[in-house]
């Protein structure tokens, strides 16, 4: 949706300003299906996106021979727990990243995830504590073992542990469009709930895009 539709379709959308049935809408998904869900294009085929364990889903790159080259995920997958210990301790040798291209070489747009810092205090010393975690001098005591990426984009890279962190950091200061997941965004009926069923649907292959765009649409709370 943010590759076909630029942030303000994006945000009409997360709104329900436009229809799931919206023909941008259905576009990036016939675009999504080229890519992912056409034979031959995901490892196990497309049911195995929908019944894979996404904690363990990019350890198939590392066998060998390779079984897959791709995997779209969030930098935190970087982190323990995720990929083995073996290929993180090499990592920047091990993995690479790039960003997937808009429609046109000026256009890089970039899905983004984010932490909140929340009060439940008045408490003067918690107020501090916020401010200053708000400021661009505050960074985690200890990057390498976080996914923690500043927001302010003269951020210095070179504090990040590794390589991959940096150009991640990098893609994210110098893309044109920046949104959060517009299924968080949403309302939870929708974004946890119809959302997530339909499009687990469409893509193990039990309904058409048609089917699970319209049935999305119908579910969003009057």
Avoid at 98 to 116: E, R, Y
Wanted: aromatic share 12%.
């Amino acid at each position: 949706m943010l590759r076909y539709g630029g942030s303000a379709k994006y945000d009409q959308w997360v709104k329900h300003e436009i229809p799931f049935t919206d023909p941008v809408v259905v576009q990036a998904g016939q675009e999504f299906e080229k890519l992912a869900l056409n034979d031959g294009q995901v490892y196990g085929g497309r049911k195995s996106v929908v019944s894979s364990a996404f904690a363990t889903a990019m350890n198939p790159e590392f066998d060998n021979p390779p079984k897959c080259f791709l995997h779209r995920q969030g930098n935190f997958i970087t982190q323990k727990g995720f990929l083995t210990e073996k290929v993180r301790q090499n990592i920047d040798e091990e993995v690479g990243v790039f960003q997937l291209p808009g429609t046109d070489a000026s256009n890089k747009p970039l899905l983004v995830g984010g932490d909140m810092a929340g009060a439940f205090t008045n408490d003067d010393d918690v107020k501090k504590a916020l401010e200053f975690m708000a400021r661009p001098e505050f960074q985690f005591t200890n990057l390498a073992a976080s996914g923690w990426l500043s927001p302010f984009k003269d951020f210095d890279l070179s504090k990040y542990p590794n390589q991959i962190n940096q150009e991640i950091a990098k893609a994210a200061y110098t893309s044109t469009d920046s949104r959060f997941d517009g299924s968080d965004t949403m309302p939870g009926a929708v974004g946890a709930g119809s959302f997530w069923k339909e499009m687990t649907a469409w893509v193990s292959g039990q309904k058409s895009l048609d089917e699970a765009l319209k049935n999305i649409d119908e579910s969003w709370p009057s």
